[in-house]
């Protein structure tokens, strides 16, 4: 953990104190829902507005980290009875901006991309961002898109004239 530009690091600060006292209250909620934190789970002191990597499992439905945008180094383990229940699951949420999933099976992997209510989907990768590629949202996360032949659109000027010549 550092400063983003410093060689080596991994995991840089959020963007602020509020998204740090979001972390805190979202896995707080978690907590005492039932879930239990496997690694990480606190801020770390010093300069800068930094959050330990966190993973916590047996997160139950309901709990507001599956509702709402993170935007910090937080991951929340839920358990699913089959492929129909995770992307129920996965889409209960009024926000959409990037949705992950990791298979064996090109085929599925493929159909649940398609189910899942979001802007850009990591299929068996982290990192979705590509300058060539569209970026942007659906739902609470966003209208539109930058990035890609889509971001260029915002910038045009659509004219239709019709005529009897």
């Not at 139950?60 to 089959?82: K, M, N, T, Y």
């Not at 991309?113 to 982290?126: D, F, K, T, V, Y």
């Amino acid at each position: 953990m550092g400063r983003g530009l410093d060689e080596g690091v991994q995991v840089g600060p959020l963007i602020n104190e509020d998204a740090r006292t979001k972390i805190d209250t979202l896995l707080s909620d978690a907590i005492n829902r039932g879930g239990s934190v496997l690694t990480g789970g606190s801020r770390v002191d010093g300069p800068g507005y930094f959050y330990e990597p966190t993973v916590v499992r047996d997160v139950p439905s309901g709990s507001q980290i599956l509702r709402e945008e993170i935007f910090g180094p937080v991951a929340p383990i839920v358990a699913f009875s089959d492929e129909a229940d995770a992307v129920e699951m996965a889409n209960d949420t009024e926000y959409g901006l990037v949705s992950y999933l990791y298979t064996g099976d090109l085929a599925r992997g493929l159909r649940v991309a398609e189910a899942l209510e979001a802007g850009m989907i990591g299929l068996n990768r982290g990192l979705v961002s590509d300058p060539a590629a569209p970026f942007g949202g659906v739902k609470q996360s966003g209208i539109g898109r930058e990035g890609g032949h889509e971001g260029l659109l915002d910038y045009t000027e659509s004219k239709y004239i019709a005529t009897d010549w």
